[in-house]
């Protein structure tokens, strides 16, 4: 609540960026800051790196692969793993979206791991959501989840270059196609398909362009708005369900339970939706 600035908000963009592995994103997103900082913005890159499910570790090498806009006055790197948390993003996300925005920082640009169902969640603190994808739809095409077409706001296929562009065009023709099957967008606008290569700096100016005249419409049709209640409201369910838990973990008795769940459900004397309805219960 402290951090928390009506006026920075209002002047701040959070842009959401996902797309399949090798598709360039950190390039992406080197180019676009830089280009954003030569127009006088601050950009703040809150890059999210995929934890081991063995070790629990995470490379966090966004800053590396970011070299020049790492060295840039006007910008701040910030990479995190995503531990135990699901979604794309990491838990205090949207926590380090606010101190970026009251330290002054106007261009948020919020890079997720992976492609999937569970990206809604990188829906959920973002104004717009940007899905880069790499030419040669095909069987590509078939993979990609339905969930993350509908939340894109714009689709980009990057690496449209040299001997690879007559491959680009057919691959932007085949999404635009299957986007003609979703349904509409609910910020009343239809989803661009748009060629770039982050490496030859080509198409992100356009591509920028198409993005301020899409906040310029949803600010004007109120759906810039909707989308902050909306998101207010879903954090605020998330924000019940955590420190509901942390509460009951603070429990020893909870604790206590939870040891003894633990070996009934080793001794198979209990199934894990039983146990787990069990320990919530005792807390109620």
């Not at 948020?108 to 809604?120: D, N, P, R």
């Not at 562009?165 to 606008?189: K, S």
């Not at 603070?250 to 069990?278: D, F, M, V």
Request: hydrophobic residues 40%; neutral net charge; aromatic residues 6%.
């Amino acid at each position: 609540q402290a951090i928390a600035s009506a006026g920075a908000r209002k002047k701040s963009i959070r842009i959401g960026i996902t797309g399949v592995p090798g598709v360039g994103k950190s390039t992406f997103i080197e180019c676009y800051g830089q280009q954003l900082i030569d127009q006088g913005h601050r950009v703040a890159v809150l890059a999210v790196d995929p934890s081991s499910g063995i070790s629990k570790g995470s490379l966090l090498g966004d800053k590396t692969r970011m070299e020049l806009l790492s060295k840039e006055s006007n910008a701040y790197i910030r990479p995190s793993p995503t531990s135990s948390a699901l979604g794309g993003i990491t838990r205090g996300t949207h926590e380090a979206v606010l101190l970026c925005e009251a330290a002054g920082f106007d261009r948020i640009l919020i890079e997720t791991v992976g492609v999937g169902q569970s990206e809604v969640a990188v829906r959920e603190c973002s104004d717009a959501f940007i899905l880069l994808m790499l030419p040669g739809g095909g069987d590509e095409l078939q993979g990609i989840k339905r969930g993350i077409m509908e939340m894109a706001d714009v689709l980009l296929i990057n690496k449209s270059d040299g001997n690879g562009i007559p491959l680009a065009r057919e691959t932007a023709a085949q999404y635009m196609q299957a986007l003609h099957l979703l349904p509409p967008n609910p910020a009343g606008h239809s989803v661009s398909v748009q060629m770039i290569s982050a490496l030859e700096n080509q198409g992100i100016l356009e591509f920028d362009e198409h993005l301020q005249f899409l906040v310029k419409n949803w600010k004007s049709n109120g759906s810039f708005e909707q989308r902050h209640n909306d998101q207010a409201i879903a954090l605020f369910a998330k924000h019940v369900q955590h420190l509901s838990l942390q509460e009951r973990w603070g429990n020893p008795e909870a604790q206590k339970l939870w040891s003894e769940s633990l070996r009934a459900l080793q001794e198979e004397r209990t199934n894990p939706y039983s146990a787990a309805r069990n320990w919530i219960k005792q807390g109620s």
